[in-house]
């Protein structure tokens, strides 16, 4: 379940997933947390420390996974005490936290000596993706 407005806790990485799903969604529609203006969001890691989740919304997809066709959003997500390593994950906003795929991309591969990225992105190091659903929602 996700926090509420208002409440002053943080929420726990799962928790956060949820968050993300249910807010990724409106912000889409109004056309917010873009490229050019990433947005935020704090929660608590497995260790109870605070940390700061930095994403953009990259697009709206339809992707296919077990053996359903599901509306996502793409975002592009990192933490912000370390920006070369991104998370591209696909969430369906109709089941919030569903994470319908994932790929784990890691800047450094595709840094110059001087630490630029020069526009690259560099070939996913992990993939994940969604296998099997079990839902009474249709």
Not at 99 to 108: A, C, I, R, S
Request: aromatic share 8%; charged share 25%; glycine share 6%.
């Amino acid at each position: 379940e996700a926090p509420v407005a208002g409440d002053t806790r943080l929420p726990d990485r799962q928790s956060l997933l949820v968050l993300l799903s249910q807010q990724v969604d409106s912000q889409w529609s109004e056309q917010a947390c873009l490229a050019a203006t990433p947005c935020s969001l704090d929660y608590l890691d497995h260790k109870g420390r605070q940390r700061t989740l930095m994403y953009e919304i990259q697009g709206q997809e339809t992707r296919q996974a077990a053996q359903r066709t599901f509306r996502t959003l793409r975002i592009e997500a990192w933490r912000k005490h370390r920006e070369h390593k991104h998370y591209r994950i696909w969430l369906a906003p109709r089941w919030p936290g569903l994470m319908v795929g994932l790929d784990y991309l890691d800047y450094e591969d595709v840094m110059d000596k001087d630490g630029n990225r020069n526009g690259e992105v560099p070939p996913r190091s992990a993939h994940l993706t969604l296998n099997q659903l079990s839902s009474a929602r249709q």
